[in-house]
């Protein structure tokens, strides 16, 4: 069975940064890509980043380049979103996500498992 567990979520301040971590288990996970995405209240889930099988391609939604990075370790099983300068306008539950093989998937239909979400609050 397939777990993907979010962590790191958490109150800050706008102008803050804060690390997600996702760990996964129950896959091949260097067979994945992995993404992030968010969904704030009365919100669509919307798309934040994703980052292919070996690590060495990602995607990040336009509008938060340059202030979140993803990154991957295969060795771990883990994903982590760096993400930096934060503003009340990110505030969502964070959620992990998978599916197999290299692709560049920017909706969430897409993909094959989900974790529960970790909560980001920014406040201003």
């Known amino acids: 069975q397939v777990h993907l567990v979010e962590s790191g979520g958490g109150l800050v301040q706008a102008g803050d940064s804060l690390r997600l971590s996702c760990g996964a288990s129950?896959?091949?996970?260097?067979?994945?890509?992995m993404a992030w995405f968010r969904q704030a209240p009365g919100q669509e889930r919307e798309f934040v980043a994703a980052v292919h099988p070996s690590g060495d391609t990602s995607d990040t939604a336009d509008s938060l380049k340059g202030r979140f990075i993803i990154s991957r370790d295969n060795a771990k099983n883990t994903i982590d979103l760096q993400m930096n300068s934060l503003e009340p306008e990110d505030t969502a539950l964070y959620f992990c996500?998978?599916?197999?093989?290299?692709?560049?998937?920017?909706?969430?239909?897409?993909?094959?498992?989900w974790g529960q979400g970790t909560q980001v609050t920014v406040s201003s």
């Open positions: 996500a998978a599916v197999l093989g290299s692709v560049s998937y920017r909706t969430q239909y897409n993909y094959d498992y």
């Open positions: 129950g896959l091949t996970f260097s067979r994945y890509t």
